[in-house]
């Protein structure tokens, strides 16, 4: 039997270095798929990006940048719970580090983020009946979405969105 009876990995597993080199890899081929989203989304073929991003996320679901596209294209269609939660997720995955684009500063992006988390909270907030029918609840979610708001502020304060919204949905009192 050979050292390498593994599919050619090194006894051991992978190296730092090939893993690395095989997400470098993974990134390239899917560059040009996340380039065509965002011309979609441009061209308001929303359901058409959507698929692509979607795509994207198969091949590669510790991308930020796609699901915040993604959480966009379903808040625009109202589908709040799963915007809620692509933006959840992009947060949660900037906040460890898995920028994918160098074209915005990484306090930038995660300020972007945040605050498009917000904003789908309290959006669907707005939108839905929880006031009336569970006030305490529909604090808990306005006060998360204030929080958000105000540290999208503290990481880019020229984040002039986030600025507006937090001035506007400020900390209820319970």
Not at 18 to 45: F, H, N, Q
Not at 141 to 157: H, K, P
Request: proline share 3%; glycine share 8%; charged share 30%.
């Amino acid at each position: 039997m050979s050292e390498q009876d593994d599919g050619g990995m090194p006894p051991g597993g992978d190296t730092a270095e090939m893993l690395e080199a095989r997400d470098s890899e993974v990134l390239a081929t899917l560059e040009p798929k996340m380039r065509a989203a965002m011309k979609l989304r441009e061209e308001g073929k929303d359901a058409a990006a959507e698929t692509l991003l979607r795509a994207i996320l198969r091949g590669e679901p510790r991308l930020a940048e796609p699901r915040l596209e993604l959480a966009h294209i379903l808040a625009v269609r109202g589908a709040w719970a799963d915007a809620q939660e692509q933006a959840r997720m992009a947060v949660d995955i900037l906040r460890n580090g898995g920028q994918w684009t160098d074209d915005v500063g990484p306090n930038a992006l995660l300020s972007f983020a945040l605050n498009l988390q917000g904003e789908v909270q309290v959006r669907e907030l707005e939108e839905g009946d929880l006031f009336l029918v569970d006030k305490e609840e529909f604090t808990q979610l306005w006060n998360g979405a204030s929080v958000l708001f105000t540290e999208a502020c503290e990481l880019d304060g020229d984040n002039e969105d986030a600025r507006r919204n937090r001035t506007r949905y400020r900390a209820l009192e319970g």
